[in-house]
């Protein structure tokens, strides 16, 4: 099936940095993707819908100024979470969607513990 | 919007036996149906998904059952082994690029 990457797979950072995920498509262009959260032992959580070229679509009580995404190009989606705090610390997961049967690939996911 | 429930929360079976995963959805509109199987801290991935247009799919010891009327779709896994173990997602949309909306997730746990 198709690949998805995501990087870095871990990080620690210090409350108010700023970290970059990043979600690549290795094999197809995606002109569609998405960030989750999750918590430990909970479901994933949708915060934003990435389209390639246009601004993100955030679901309601994400604030984007605060997880600030970029859909440069077909094969790449950044979330960066600003000024980091101790209750950002999650599990981040990006999805991209194959474009010809519309399937769902996820990332890795990437653990973010802000100290 | 989309409401999906899912149940139960948690599951513990005897390897070997069967297990049962069902999941209710709100929204008439939505036509495609996936589940997801995540093992702890990856990635979750496609293990079945079906689509309004038909009402059962199978494949191995995996069925997923789909009842339009009634808006709920079942996850059976049959002769369940201890590889099984792992939390289980359904989703539903309305296809294309529709946005996936998902279950709070069922752990199952296969106990040799």
């Known amino acids: 099936g198709a690949v998805v990457s995501q990087h870095p797979s871990r990080v620690i950072c210090k409350s108010g940095t700023s970290v970059k995920i990043e979600c690549r498509s290795l094999?197809?262009?995606?002109?569609?993707m998405f960030w989750y959260r999750q918590f430990p032992k909970q479901s994933l959580m949708l915060m934003a819908t990435?389209?390639?070229?246009?601004?993100?679509?955030?679901e309601q009580g994400v604030e984007k100024d605060k997880f600030l995404i970029n859909h440069a190009s077909l094969t790449l989606s950044t979330l960066t979470v600003t000024s980091a705090h101790p209750e950002d610390s999650s599990f981040y997961i990006c999805?991209?969607?194959?474009?010809?049967?519309?399937?769902?690939?996820f990332g890795e996911g990437s653990r973010l513990t802000v100290l | 919007g989309e409401n999906v429930e899912q149940h139960p929360s948690t599951l513990s079976v005897q390897e070997g036996d069967s297990a049962v995963i069902k999941c209710t959805y709100s929204?008439?509109?939505?036509?495609?149906f996936p589940w997801y199987k995540q093992e702890l801290g990856k990635r979750p991935q496609l293990i079945i998904d079906?689509?309004?247009?038909?009402g059962e799919k199978k494949d191995q010891r995996i069925a997923v059952t789909l009842n339009k009327t009634a808006k709920h779709f079942s996850l059976h896994i049959t002769e369940t082994q201890p590889e099984d173990s792992a939390v289980y997602f359904c989703?539903?949309?309305?296809?294309?690029?529709?946005?996936?909306?998902f279950g709070k997730g069922t752990m199952l746990l296969v106990s040799p």
């Open positions: 999805s991209a969607m194959e474009g010809v049967t519309g399937e769902l690939f």
């Open positions: 094999d197809f262009q995606a002109t569609t």
């Open positions: 990435s389209n390639e070229g246009s601004k993100a679509t955030y």
């Open positions: 929204d008439s509109a939505s036509n495609y």
């Open positions: 079906i689509r309004s247009n038909v």
């Open positions: 989703a539903a949309s309305m296809g294309g690029y529709s946005t996936l909306t």
